[in-house]
């Protein structure tokens, strides 16, 4: 992954024209990249704010080993888990789609997993030891790797995203996704960019109004991804940016931060986008 400096003619294109000009099988790409990143993004804010909602009112946290979250029909939970060969669950928080902490439900009393909750923590844990055992996973000072387990049917997946200690920084890239069978056995590991990009920010007193890099390995990563797009929903009321430009050798791939919506062109499209404007401008 290679950051490019972004001229301010690029950051200001308007995102609405190009709806007419994307063919069916963009928009299906489009969509389907979105639909996984809104996953990873609910996923990711439960936790946060569970976190939160855990480190305040649990009282025994000595005990606890780690947590995870997960979409249960209409709500998103949180929970942490107990030390030992036989963990239990002993704090929750579920949420709605707001997110909004003040209608989140605590629940204080230890129990066993469910029979999802159980294909969630075998399929993390079993994350957890492919991260220790292969060398294709790396590991940077000032950063925190975060496991991010989905399930839905029976197509089962543990992302691993790199998350900043530090405030004002995001992280895009070092991501990886390992995939798992019916029965929670791993069966393939995805290296997701092929580096670490770490941007820092102002957040509202920033005139930067958003951000581009590239994804440079031919055949893979020719689009924005899944965890670019979920990075950039958690972190967008931060950084104040507008829009975010991902390019490939075939594509350019545009998010829009206040709208959370994409739009894919072929690099042929966007270049004469581009000219046309230049002459304009």
């Not at 940077?140 to 997946?157: A, D, H, Q, R």
Request: proline content about 2%.
């Amino acid at each position: 992954m290679k950051k490019t400096t972004i001229t301010a003619w690029l950051m200001l294109i308007c995102f609405t024209s190009f709806g007419q000009q994307l063919d069916v099988d963009l928009q299906q790409v489009s969509a389907s990249i979105v639909a996984e990143a809104k996953k990873l993004y609910n996923s990711e804010m439960a936790s946060w704010y569970g976190t939160d909602i855990f480190l305040e009112k649990c009282p025994n946290k000595d005990v606890v080993d780690g947590y995870f979250s997960y979409n249960d029909g209409n709500v998103i939970k949180n929970i942490f888990f107990s030390k030992g060969l036989h963990p239990k669950v002993v704090f929750s928080s579920t949420f709605d789609s707001t997110f909004n902490v003040k209608n989140a439900r605590v629940d204080l009393n230890e129990r066993a997993f469910t029979k999802l909750e159980e294909d969630y923590f075998i399929i993390r844990e079993r994350a957890f030891l492919a991260m220790k055992e292969d060398t294709m996973f790396q590991f940077y000072k000032n950063t925190n790797p975060n496991l991010v387990p989905l399930i839905t049917g029976n197509e089962k997946k543990v992302y691993v995203l790199t998350g900043p200690k530090e405030s004002g920084v995001v992280i895009f890239g070092n991501d990886y996704l390992l995939t798992f069978d019916k029965d929670n056995n791993l069966v393939n590991k995805e290296r997701l960019h092929n580096s670490m990009l770490s941007t820092n920010f102002k957040g509202a007193d920033s005139t930067q109004v958003g951000g581009i890099h590239s994804h440079v390995i031919p055949g893979r990563g020719d689009f924005i991804t899944a965890t670019d797009i979920c990075t950039l929903m958690l972190y967008g009321k931060y950084t104040k940016w507008k829009q975010y430009v991902v390019v490939s050798a075939k594509y350019f791939s545009f998010w829009n931060c206040e709208t959370n919506q994409l739009f894919i062109l072929t690099t042929e499209d966007a270049k004469a986008h581009f000219e046309q404007k230049k002459k304009t401008d």
